[in-house]
């Protein structure tokens, strides 16, 4: 994510990055100026024949030292993809829903224990006190 945020210049702060966590690799840009966004999904298809070693995998699963050829393998796949086009491992498509809210901006607040500051939000009631997270789970 930071090589994407510092690619494409936009960033999970600015609101036009979004990040849904739902252990996929998909990228949702939005222009909030245009109220525009793209999403960038994989779709290897034919092309992930191509590049992946199923073999490879099952002997580093069974305790096997491949990384001399997981190293080997992962520069091959790296230049297949460098050398392929867009469409043989991208999904673009422009987004029909509008971009979420923008993110509250929240105060700090400094934690009664350890004196860090941290989003007010995130503070908890221990002992009468605001303290972070940390120190509540802390005994």
């Known amino acids: 994510m930071d090589a994407i945020q510092f690619i ?15 252990g996929k690799h998909v990228y949702t840009f939005y222009n909030r100026s245009t109220g525009k966004g793209v999403r960038i999904s994989e779709n290897y298809g034919g092309f992930e024949k191509r590049c ?13 030292d491949v990384s001399l050829e997981m ?15 867009d469409k043989d491992f991208l999904n673009i498509e422009l987004v029909t829903t509008p ?20 989003m007010e939000s995130r503070g908890r009631v221990k002992g009468g006190k605001i303290v972070c997270i940390p120190c509540f789970e802390k005994n």
């Open 8 to 22: 494409t210049g936009a960033t999970f702060g600015k609101g036009n990055l979004i990040f849904r966590d739902y």
């Open 52 to 64: 992946t070693v199923p073999e490879l995998k099952k002997r580093q699963d069974a305790g096997e």
């Open 71 to 85: 190293e080997q393998f992962k520069m091959e796949k790296t230049a297949a993809i460098l050398r392929a086009d």
């Open 99 to 118: 971009p979420p809210s923008f993110a509250k901006i929240r105060a700090s607040v400094r934690c009664a224990r350890c004196s860090e500051r941290f």
